[in-house]
């Protein structure tokens, strides 16, 4: 019996990617299989995954057609997996997992049938806690708390802290909206009701879409502190950092218009994207600024 799927797919990230496949293939207590799709990478990921690690099964993307995409053809390969795994795992390729940490988290989702989705804590290399690794939906008034700077004020607020749920204790074990699909596990019956990933999304969003379309068939998504996963985050879209602003923005607009627009009135369609284009465009700016302005270093 295979017990989970991994698929990792990767960008430009070798040396990370190294690091997390050493940390996934020294994983215990579980069965487990892996699939890295590599973007169409430019700095040898593919050559070392291929030499070091033969036990990796190996997709070669022709283009960089986004994250969604790329996750697509590992599901797609384990649909025809035999065994077929009982669970897939999405995970990032700048995170490392502790040798018990996958097994755990099989346990625990094998202890909660109604759950489609588990993610586990996430913590940056300085020990601070990934906020992303649980998250409430953006609805337009969760969206207005977080772009007007209100989550960021009043970050213990029940009303202003749902973007991230800086409200509630990050060791407490919890029912959320979505976790992050740097480590989202998903059960396969729950992937097979709703399809794949949304490939409008190209690098943002698309874990939060899934989630929203699993919940919505009665699945239950949780966040399980108890295993703790290193995030070094950002790594590959550092180095495009006005394209991953470009890509934000654009998946705010997917979901909205996808999930939440249809049963909106005009008006409030009209304020809501307005809005979005409004922080899009002074996020760009300042970025841009950022990155064209002479350092003032001595």
């Keep these: 019996m295979l017990d989970v799927g991994v698929i990792i797919v990767s960008y430009n990230v070798a040396g990370l990617l190294r690091k997390c496949l050493r940390s996934v293939l020294a994983s215990r207590g579980t069965n487990l ?64 997992v502790p040798p018990d940490g996958i097994a755990r988290m099989v346990a625990y989702l094998d202890s909660h049938p109604e759950a489609g989705v588990a993610g586990p804590k996430l913590v940056r290399p300085d020990g601070s806690l990934d906020l992303a690794c649980r998250r409430s939906f953006p609805t337009p008034e969760v969206s207005f708390y977080r772009m007007v700077g209100l989550s960021r004020l009043f970050p213990k607020s029940r009303r202003f802290g749902r973007y991230n749920l800086t409200y509630l204790d990050p060791d407490i074990e919890t029912e959320v909206d979505s976790v992050v699909g740097a480590f989202m596990l998903i059960r396969r019956e729950a992937l097979d009701e709703v399809g794949l990933m949304d490939e409008d999304f190209f690098l943002y969003g698309e874990d939060l879409d899934l989630a ?87």
Excluded at 42 to 56: K, L, Y
Excluded at 82 to 93: E, F, M, Q, T
Excluded at 216 to 240: F, Q
């Design 33 to 96: 299989a892996v699939c890295v799709v590599d973007n169409c990478s430019t700095d040898g990921s593919a050559e070392m995954v291929a030499a070091e690690f033969p036990e990796v099964h190996l997709i070669l993307s022709p283009e960089n057609r986004g994250y969604s995409a790329a996750n697509n053809l590992g599901i797609r390969y384990f649909q025809t997996h035999s065994p077929a795994p009982r669970y897939i795992l999405l995970l990032n390729p700048d995170t490392e």
């Design 212 to 298: 929203f379309r699993i919940k919505a068939r009665g699945w239950k998504v949780l966040y399980y502190p108890k295993v703790v996963v290193l995030h070094h985050k950002g790594e590959s879209t550092r180095r495009s950092r006005l394209r991953s602003i470009r890509e934000f923005y654009r998946a705010m607009l997917i979901f909205y218009r996808k999930h939440y627009a249809p049963t909106n009135p005009r008006p409030i369609r009209w304020l809501v994207t307005a809005g979005i284009y409004a922080r899009w465009a002074a996020a760009y700016a300042l970025a841009w600024t950022q990155l064209h302005l002479p350092s003032r270093k001595p």
